[in-house]
C-alpha cells in the first residue's frame, strides 16, 4: 500500500473514532428473552420463583442508575411463589404482563390478573403467590424514596388494571398515540393512581398503524421504555451529526433512558393487526424538582 492510500485510511478511521465518540450513547438496551434468571430476594428460599434484572439490582451495570434502585421481570409458576419482601427506603410498582396470582400485601391478600398495577409502599411486606395454571409475570419496579421525606402509607391496596383506565391523546406527543395514564406521584390528578414519591409517571402508550411518539426527552428524569406487544424502531440518542438514531426492536425490547437523551417510538403495525403497546415509567432524579401534573 502507498504511503497516501495508509494516510489515507488512517484519517477515514480516526473520522470514524471520531464520529463514534461523539455519538449519545445515553441508553441501556435489554432483550427480556436474553437475560438470564438470577437470584434476588423475591427468589430467596423459594420454589417457582424467578427473576431476571434488567436494569438496576442484578444487572451488571446497576451504577449507572440513579432514581432506579431495580426493573426486571418476576415469573412465579403455578403452585410457587415468591419471597415475602420489603425495603424501607424503596417504593415500587408492579405490572402484570402474564397471568393470574394472589398479592401478598401485610396482613391482606389481594387477586391480581393480567394487566393489574400496583403501589408498594416503603417498608411495606408484600409478595406473590400463584394458585393459577399458567405460570404469571409480572415487571418489578423499584425507586429510591427521598431521603428525609416523610412517608405516609395508602390507607388500602393501591391497585387497579389498565383496562379500566381511558386512552388520552397527548398533544406534544402527536395524534396517533394514545395513552393510559396509570400511576403518578401523591400530588397527581391526572393519573390513575396518585400513588409513588420518586416515580413520578407509569403509563402504557397504544400506537395507532404507523404511530409515532415523536422524539423528545427529559432533562431531569430517568426513563424505561418495554416494548410488550408489536415490533417497530425505538429512537434512543442521536449520533455525531445530531441525527435521530432508530433501533428496531420486536416485543421484549427494553431501553432505560437517561436524563437529557432522546428517545421516541415508530410503530410498524399495518391496518387490521393489533395496536404496538410500550408500558414506559419515569423517575425524578434525586434532588430534582417535580413536576407538577
Known sequence: MSTSAVNRTAILLMAAGACLAGADSGFMRREISQVQRRPDDLTANTTGASYKPLFGAGDSDAEQLKAVVRYGELTVAPGGASAVVSYPAEEQMYFVTEGSATLLYADEKAPLKKFDFLYLPAGVKHGIANTSQAPVKIMVMGYQTPAGRSVELPSKIMLANADDVPLQVLGQHGPTTQFKLLMGLTSSRRDKLAA?????????????????????????????????????????????????VRHPVTEGAVFFIRPGTQV??????????????????????????????
Open 196 to 244: 409513588a414519591y420518586t416515580m413520578n409517571s407509569l403509563f402504557l402508550m397504544d400506537f395507532a398503524p404507523g404511530g409515532t411518539n415523536i422524539p423528545h426527552n427529559h432533562a431531569a428524569e430517568e426513563e424505561i421504555y418495554l416494548l410488550v406487544r408489536g415490533s417497530g424502531e425505538m429512537v434512543a440518542g442521536r449520533d455525531a451529526a445530531g441525527k435521530d
Open 264 to 293: 421516541g417510538y415508530y410503530s410498524n403495525a399495518k391496518e387490521g393487526e393489533a395496536h404496538d403497546l410500550i408500558l414506559a415509567v419515569r423517575s425524578n432524579l434525586p434532588g430534582a424538582r417535580v413536576r407538577p401534573q
